[in-house]
């Protein structure tokens, strides 16, 4: 079967550094996606990896290891805006389809 | 500005009745995809079309049906025959799959409530 597992919560203060972690198991891989939704509206794409190894862009980073199936998504100086629901989606098939497989979400709350 | 719409916003239905909900892009993107997302359950595939006039069922296709006449356009009807249609629906698309996967991009979304 093809799983992906987040935590439900996280909280953290403003100007701090948090990682959220997401591990899977599919029955293959072609590449993992982290996203931002902020409530009642549209997840936006925040990073991709495909090879092992830290992605980084700005303020956010997401690390990848194949081999043990895991990754995590990164945010330093966190600000209050950064509150949102974090998806980590893994794209298990091959080259035919984009479709993803989305874990459930992480909910942060970023405090003062 | 090239991006994805979903109209209505928000869309209430009676119970029995048949309702349609609308996804254009202008992305040129060929592939399109419905979701659906309910509180504390990750974003589950209903219908995705690689090609216009080409469509396969997600893991949860009962109960919907999908047409893709127009690159541009994907739209979502949801039927009497699906039990449990309250929830947010979001759209989706993206360039075809190559070596590596393409990133999809998200509509605004669509609040159904059934009464």
């Known amino acids: 079967g093809q799983n992906i597992d987040q935590p439900t919560e996280m909280t953290a203060t403003e100007g701090a550094i948090v990682q959220i972690n997401c591990t899977y198991q599919t029955s293959g891989f072609n590449g993992l996606f982290w996203y931002q939704q902020h409530a009642g509206e549209a997840p936006t794409f925040l990073s991709y990896n495909v090879l092992d190894g830290l992605e980084e862009k700005g303020r956010f980073s997401s690390f990848l290891s194949r081999s043990k199936g895991y990754s995590y998504l990164l945010l330093k100086e966190l600000q209050m805006k950064d509150s949102a629901s974090y998806l980590c989606a893994v794209s298990p098939y091959g080259g035919a389809t984009n479709k993803l497989i989305f874990g459930t979400g992480t909910l942060l709350a970023v405090q003062p | 500005d090239g991006g994805i719409t979903q109209s209505p916003k928000y869309l209430f239905r009676k119970e029995g009745q048949n309702v349609t909900l609308s996804c254009e892009q202008n992305l040129n993107h060929d592939a399109m995809y419905w979701y659906r997302q309910d509180p504390g359950q990750g974003l589950r595939l209903i219908y995705y079309?690689?090609?216009?006039?080409?469509?396969q069922k997600g893991d949860i296709a009962e109960g919907y049906s999908v047409s893709r006449e127009k690159k541009e356009s994907f739209p979502l009807t949801v039927t009497s025959a699906q039990k449990n249609p309250t929830a947010f629906y979001l759209c989706a698309s993206s360039r075809p799959a190559g070596v590596s996967t393409d990133t999809q991009y998200f509509g605004p979304g669509t609040r159904l409530t059934v009464l």
């Open positions: 079309s690689q090609i216009v006039n080409d469509f």
